[in-house]
């Protein structure tokens, strides 16, 4: 059974560029988390989904951040008109259900340039 | 009073040490601690958690202590190895959604030989 798979592995967008991030759950997995991960600093929570719906988006950027994860395909994170500051580690985990253990992929590190 | 503060911020032990990490969380309606290590250039791996009914837990070299009244909670890692030289993180969430995370800000272990 693979795990959480993110890809890219490394991303470079140069500022304005948009970012496209991807995150396929393990198998029987419908909730999936992003996170994003500073350098030196602990991860912070972004948006909580499941399929087709946004369940909490409290951690987002209200501004060129959003996400998706449709009925078919990987959960998307969408990065417009990136900037310096966006250059982070993001993650993505998922679980089975919303009570039980989160495994976490291996992350996108993201460099804008 | 979504904090979760973790220390200290970097602990270096000799091999066969018994490093400790602490963790404090301000949220009285938490009620799942998890335990993650993370390696350079990977995602966070699930090593331990603990619920509130209960004041310890182990698996394997891994030890959670907790401590309800005072809102607070450890890992102690018996018989360090160099291998388990890793940034560790404590998080704290709701049991009802253990995937949306409050990470503290991490511990970067270094076991020497």
């Known amino acids: 059974n693979a795990g959480v798979m993110q890809n890219p592995r490394h991303l470079v967008r140069r500022r304005g560029q948009e970012a496209r991030l991807r995150c396929s759950p393990m198998?029987?997995?419908?909730?999936v988390y992003w996170y994003r991960q500073l350098p030196e600093e602990g991860l912070k929570f972004m948006v909580y989904?499941?399929?087709?719906?946004?369940?909490?988006e409290s951690g987002m950027p209200k501004e060129r951040f959003s996400a998706e994860f449709p009925k078919e395909g990987p959960s998307i994170l969408r990065i417009q008109q990136v900037v310096r500051g966006d250059s982070a580690a993001y993650f993505c985990a998922s679980s089975q259900t919303s009570n039980t253990e989160a495994f976490f992929g291996q992350g996108t590190r993201l460099t804008v340039v | 009073q979504q904090q979760v503060k973790q220390s200290p911020q970097s602990l270096i032990v000799q091999k066969g040490g018994i490093p400790i990490i602490n963790c404090a969380y301000e949220n009285t309606a938490f009620d799942y601690f998890p335990w993650y290590q993370q390696f350079p250039g990977k995602g966070p791996a699930l090593l331990i958690a603990i619920r509130p009914d209960v004041s310890e837990k182990k698996e394997g070299r891994f030890t959670i202590s907790f401590n309800k009244s005072a809102k607070q909670f450890s890992l102690h890692i018996m018989d360090s190895q160099p291998g388990d030289s890793a940034t560790y993180f404590c998080?704290?969430?709701?049991?009802?959604?253990?995937?949306?995370?409050?990470f503290g800000q991490g511990t970067t272990l270094q076991v020497k030989p």
């Open positions: 198998k029987g997995h419908s909730h």
């Open positions: 989904l499941q399929k087709e719906n946004i369940i909490d």
């Open positions: 998080a704290a969430s709701m049991i009802s959604n253990t995937g949306k995370l409050i």
